[in-house]
Each structure stands twice: as structure tokens, then as C-alpha cells.
């Protein structure tokens, strides 16, 4: 669909809003502006002024001079009182100062005249490499409006130092303009990676496209004129594309209140569009568990890039909201936790989301919807939104035909459906490269490949927020002028806090140093890592967990709040996760048993941290020492996967990290021992430990027990193949826990455990089987209490006609269920391990004779 009345109406009257001081308007390089057949100069109302005809004579190619004026109309702008009309082929060529980004904005509108009736001219507009326009007519355009006037506005990366525009009228028809706009864009507008709603991938690549602006919204709020965007884009109110207005509320706030962070600018949004937000109404419903939807029109032959603006706006404290983000009812952001993800409230953040062709069957549809991980009140935000139709694999964006005729090739005999986008394509050819190479695995290995199963290929997207944190170095320390690593405190700080660093309060202990449990500011329980300059080791391990710290953020993963480096003092302080280590729930501890919901829960969480590790960055990151120490709890038991210490950054391009073997052993990926070759496989293996741990309420490792039990993971696979898994876990589970979501559960242990990494799932298939044990379970446990209270006779009550009318909407397939909040306790430290806390002790990694021995391989 046209972006017409979006970037008409910026045409009209002055502005109502002002950006503020300290970001001034993007200059473009090239600023083209001609108002087609005009003698007479039009500036508008945003400023502009655009060149007459005899001032743009030197950029126009044309057989014919024809041109049509009227005194006037009843049109919005100037620019639609003239139009240049071409009997032929006619070219507009520009000499570009500069290769990028342009805006390139088309205006039509048929003026009324004796020569030719420009309601039936039809012709097509093209580019040296794009197709914008393909048969184009004012009347047969679905999507026409009042006066049939037509803005298109396309974003192009032209390379060309002369760039045309060309104007093809069909035969026995006319073409024509009234205005043209070429206008530079900033570079880091479009970025060349954005998330694949499906399959949940990242996606590469978007600088080669070409984008037609299709919808451009200012959700909660007016109108945004051009005049009122750094850019000259202009927002419309979302209005007419909500589905059900009475779930959804306006709110705002001043734009003096909107603080953009480092590296987000008004380039890609205005502060009018994050100070104004659609949130949940009161939909007078018992639940408050529905979504709000925005729905759109979409040709089904073209890939959609969209750009979700986000700003908290709504809440009083940090940590309050938690939202769900739908796209054509696939999860597209999971548990978005904004004030985590920008550390602050009222701060910008968007996420570009791209669409493949093959799922926009019935237009286009966004939704936002609670998160069943809040704890708090249920709401959900959206402050902007921006789609962007894709060119399709023969560079046009409107039909199927390209610059040189080339159509886009179907997919059979049958009649044509649309062509097949680019980004489409792209996919489809990855996977079957990657399918090759497994292929070409399973061959390499060893005979018995035929016993193992296939293991799900779905992917649950998570995307629950990612942010760069760069951090400056010097060759001398590489802290010295650390940046983004949170709050500063100084040493005298850190140290009254601790009472002098008081061995009382040590709460861990490793090669690095301890770890502190101290209070700060107004009561804020925080653990504070000292480094021990004395051990390289454990200085190595420090250095590695600032820079990975320095660049995530996640709900699932532990937060740094800030750091000290005065003179030769390192010290971390992190977020005080009050339950402490996953592992001291299961056993070694007298504390109260977890239920397998529970345990469910936690290791959900735990997999989305590890997921956004392997996928929220752009080379991803491998733990490298997953473990159940290393995952830990919060007062409402929320897991946080911990210690980066001996994390790796994947390197592009290959499919594996070179490095000498460190880890846990119990928990070490037998492949990655044998080879030296690490992959995010390896962390999926530990993961399978895990598992195990939670299901069986046992250590990994246990040399007091006989050969043949010592080993977790081997003993539990033997019980696994044996389908006798219910044999070995914990007592405590027994009755309680629902023998189908057992099943599914052992089923995704034994995945993560295969012998080879190409045999393993990604996170993704693992949180996805992990859900599903969870659905099966609650299913499980809710019809237990039906029995129960079968036998009940219960006052018969009025169904609340509110919560099954159509506004109670159901949300798609849920993200992980809140857990059990239980009351915060402090735990003492564990005499087995001294990895309790958010930093922990890898002074015993050289450990291979050991594993080898213990692990029988």
C-alpha cells in the first residue's frame, strides 16, 4: 500500500512540534526537489523549496513538452497545481555527491485538463536497477483516496553517480509527475542485519534491497509532520489500523522526558513518537490476558521489513514490565524487558523484524500482549511502527517483472501467486547448504547413526532484547576509561559497603578472589567481586567477563550494575540473586524441594540466556561452562545464567572456536575434548547435564558412587535407552509429575547429549520441547484438580460475559508461565564448589586425564 496520506499531509500546515536543541536536522548531501512543469516557486510549510521547471531543465530527457497548471484545486500542497505529462519515454538523471541511502518521494495527482485525461494514463516508473512502478494508474490503484492523490515514497542505497528515473507511458497512454523528491538518508538508517521472524535466525544482507515505505505510524499519538522529523517523514496516528480500540489506551508524556542513548538518535525516530505509547486498556475482563492487534494490508509476493519503536513510558520503577511482541501470530520478541534491555526508563529502543513472502498470505498483522513471566500488573507498549515492503528477487517492488524485463520465475504450472522475495530465496539456499554439510556429516560417522532420532527443526523465536555496551582500552589497562559497564564506584565506596571487605560477608570464593553480599545506597543488596591480583588465572577470567558483560543484556542473564578500577583494584558488582545457585535446590542443601513445574520453569529460563548468548549477537557468544552453579536464582526464583569468565566470542565465518579444552567436567562436551574445536553445540551438551541434574536431583560428577553411576550423563542415557528414565529421578517428583512431560523432557536430554554436535539442537528446539513439558504438565496438574473436585457440588455462577466476548483474544503459543515466587533466602556457602555466586572458581580446568578417566571415553 501506497504511504500516502503519512507523507501528504506533511505538506500542509506548520509544525506542532519541535525537536529538541541537542538534535539538530539531518543535512543531506543531495536534495533534489522539483516541482514538475511549475513556473512559479512553492516553499512549503516544512521549509522546502523546490526548483521550477526551467531551473531543473539540465536533469530532464524528454521527447515532448508538455506540462498542465491549474490556478488552483482543491488539493493540500502547491506541488499538485502542476504535472509534466510524457508521450514518450522520459528520463529525470541526478548527479549523486555522495553513494547511500536516498529517499526517493513520488508525487501524483491526475490535474483535470483538455488534452489528455490523466485518469486513464497508465505507464511504469523504473530506476537503473529497480522497478518502482508497474503499470501504474490512479484508478485502478486499490488503494487510492480522496482527490486520488499519491504520494510513493521508496528508500534506495544508490551506487550510480548519475542516477535516473524513468517515466514509460503503456502504448496508447501518457505518463506523468507533479514533484519529485531524491533526498540523501543518514547511513546507519538501515542496518545490514535484522531478526528472521521465520525460522528465528538473523538475518544478513539488507543493504542489498531496495524498501518501499508502506505504513509509517505514530502509535497513541497525532499526526507527526515532516516538518516535525529530523528526516521529513511524517507519522500517521494509528487509529484506523487497530483492531479493537477499547483494548487499547493512549498515553504520553512530555518529549523533554524522552533521553535517547548512545548510539539512537532522532534520525531513527523523533521524540514525539517515543513520548506517545498504546498500552492496555481495561477491557473489563476477568483475565487481563488478551493482545492488542494492528492489522494491514500486504501483497503476499513481497518480503516486509519491520520496525518496532519501544519507550517506557508507563512505568514508575525499573523492572516492571514484561510484554510479548506478535507478528502474523508467530512470536516475534519474547518477554521484552525494556528497562533491562537500555538500563533506564524513557529511553528509545527499536527492533527490526524481517517477514518472508511466504507468510503474509492475509496481510499483515502486529500484536503486543503480556508476558506470563511478569509478576506485576499485566500491560503491554508500542510507541511506533514502520513496514517497509522488500524487492523482490528481480529488484522490483511492484509486480514481477524487473528493469530488463526478467520475470520473477514461479514455482510450478499452476497460476502465478506472487513472486518469491529475495530474502526468501537467500534462506531457502542456506538451508540447503546447511542441509548439505549435515549430510555430509552423517556420513563421516560411525555406523550405529542410524539408531539416532531426528530431533525438531521448529525454532521458538527469542529475542528478548539485545544492546551493545562498547568499552574503550588502553594498552596500559584496559579499563582505565571503561564506558558502558553501568555505574562507577570508587574503592572507598565498595569498601565501606563491605566493612573492609569483611570475610563475614563472602558469599564465594574462587581463583579470581571472593565474592561480597553487601548492601548500597537505599538498601540494594549487590555481590561484589574483588579480583585477586595475585592470580593470573582469575585477572584472565575478570578480563574475559567485562568485555562479554560489556555487550549483553537479558532478563536470563545476570546483570552487571558497575565496576571499580582504581590503582590495582578490579572489582565487578552485580545484581544479588538472593535464591543463589540452581544446584543447592536440588540437593546439598536443606532446602525446600522444587516442584517439577518449578524446575520446568528454571530451565526454560536458563535456555532463553543461553539462546540469546548463541543467537542476540551478531557473532554470538558461547558460555563454554554451562552448569547448574552457574545458573542462579532471584527472590522469584527468575534464572539467570551466570559467569562469563570462560565465555568465547564465535568467530565469523567458521562454524567453531579453535581453543585449548577448559570447563567443568560432568558438564565438558565429549567432541569439543577430543577435537579442541568449540561450538555453541557444546553449551547445548552442558545444557543436557543440566537437564539431567534437575530431572534426577543428583551431581554430574559423584566419584563416591560405583563405576558405572559416577557419570550423570552416561547413567542417565542408560536408563533413557533403556524408556526406564522414571527409574532414576528424584523421589521427591514421584506422583507428582506427569509421565508424558517426563518423556518430552528426557527426550530433549537425550538430544543435547548426542555423541556428535551436528546431531544436537540449537537453544531454540530445546526451549521449544522445554515449553511443550510445560504445557504438558500444567495440563497434567489442572485436570488432577478436576478429579479432586469432581465430586464437589459447586453454587452454579454467571459466566463473565466480558472475559469469552470476542475482546478477550487469546494470545498465541505462550512464552514460559510466572514462576512460584518464594521468599528471598541468603544461602551459606557451599562447601563442595565454590562457584555459588555471580562469579565463580575455574582453578581446577585442567582437568582432562580426569574426565577421560571418569567419563570412559
Known sequence: MALLLVLLFSLLASPTFVLSASSPPFTPQDNFLIDCGATNKATLPDGRAFKIESESTQQLKADDDNKVFVDKADVPSPLYLTARIFKSDATYTFHMARPGWHWIRLHFYPLSNSVFDLQKATFNVMTQKYTLLHSFNVNENKNNTKNQIFMKEYLLNITEQQFSIKFSPMKNSVAFINAIEVVSAPDNLIADTANNLQPASQFQGLSKFGYETMYRLNMGGPFVTSANDTLGRSWLPDDAYIKSKNMAKATSVGTSTIKYPDGLTPQIAPPTIYATAVQMADAIVSNQNFNITWNFQAENAFAYLIRLHFCDIVSKSLGNLYFNVYINGNMAISDLDLSHIVNGLAIPYYKDIVVNASLVSDGLSVQIGP??????????????????????SVDSLDGEFGVDGKKVETGGGGPHKGAVAAVGFGLMFGAFVGLGAMVYKWRKRPQDWQKRNSFSSWLLPVHAGDTSFMSSKTSSNMYNSTLGLGRYFTFQELQEATNNFDSSKIIGVGGFGNVYLCVIDDGTSVAVKRGNPQSEQGITEFQTEIQMLSKLRHRHLVSLIGYCDENSEMILVYEYMSNG???????????????????????????????????GTTQGIIHRDVKTTNILLDDQLTAKVADFGLSKDATMGQNYVSTAVKGSFGYLDPEYFRRQQLTDKSDVYSFGVVLLEALCARPAINPALPREQVNLADWGMQWKRKGLLEKIIDPLLVGSIDPESMKKFGEAAEKCLEEHGVDRPTMGDVLWNLEYALQLQEAFTQGKLEDESSSVVLPSTEVDAAATSPAAVAVPPPSTPTPTIRPATIPEGDEGSTNAHPINDHSGTDMLAQFSNLNGR
Open 371 to 392: 508476558s506470563r513471566m511478569d509478576n506485576g500488573a499485566p500491560n503491554a507498549i508500542l510507541n511506533g511502527l514502520e513496514v517497509m515492503k522488500l524487492s523482490n
Open 581 to 615: 545457585p540452581f544446584r543447592d535446590h536440588l540437593y546439598g542443601k536443606d532446602l525446600p524441594p522444587l516442584s517439577w513445574k518449578q524446575r520446568l520453569e528454571i530451565c526454560i529460563g536458563a535456555a532463553r540466556g543461553l539462546h540469546y548468548l548463541h543467537t
